[in-house]
Nanobody, 123 residues
Framework: VQLQASGGGLVQPGGSLRLSCVAS???????IGWFRQPPGKEREGVSC????????YYRDSVKDRFTISRDNAKNTVYLQMNSLKPEDTAVYYC??????????????????WGQGTQVTVSS
C-alpha cells in the first residue's frame, strides 16, 4: 500500500493550491482524506470523503474554502484549497482506512499514511 502526496508549496495569503494523493496497492478503499500538522501543534483532520457513507467532512475552519474530490479511475483524491490563510500552514498528509463521518474524522487502527507535503502560506 502506497499513498503518494504532492502539490504543496509556498503561496501568498488568499492564494490557492491543489493537493493530490495517488493510492496504489489497494484493491478497495473507502474513507480517504487529509490530515495536517501545523508547526508546534498536534495533527488534525482536515477533510475526508467516504463513498460508502456518501459524505464528505470538513473541519470548520476550512469549510467553504477547501473542496475534496476523488477520481476512482485514477485512484486519486484531491484537496482544492482556496483563500488560503497563514493558519493553514502545515504539513499535509493523506490517509486512507480512516474514520470518516459527517461530523467527525479520525485515525483508526488500520489507517494508512502517505508522506507529508508542506504547505506554507506567507507573504
Amino acid at each position: 500500500v502506497q499513498l503518494q502526496a504532492s502539490g504543496g508549496g509556498l503561496v501568498q495569503p488568499g492564494g490557492s493550491l491543489r493537493l493530490s494523493c495517488v493510492a496504489s496497492g489497494l484493491t478497495f478503499y473507502d474513507g480517504i482524506g487529509w490530515f495536517r500538522q501545523p508547526p508546534g501543534k498536534e495533527r488534525e483532520g482536515v477533510s475526508c470523503i467516504s463513498v460508502r457513507e456518501g459524505i464528505t467532512y470538513y473541519r470548520d475552519s476550512v469549510k467553504d474554502r477547501f473542496t475534496i474530490s476523488r477520481d476512482n479511475a485514477k485512484n486519486t483524491v484531491y484537496l482544492q484549497m482556496n483563500s488560503l490563510k497563514p493558519e493553514d500552514t502545515a504539513v499535509y498528509y493523506c490517509a486512507t482506512e480512516l474514520l470518516c463521518r459527517k461530523r467527525i474524522m479520525g485515525v483508526m487502527t488500520d489507517t494508512k499514511w502517505g508522506q507529508g507535503t508542506q504547505v506554507t502560506v506567507s507573504s
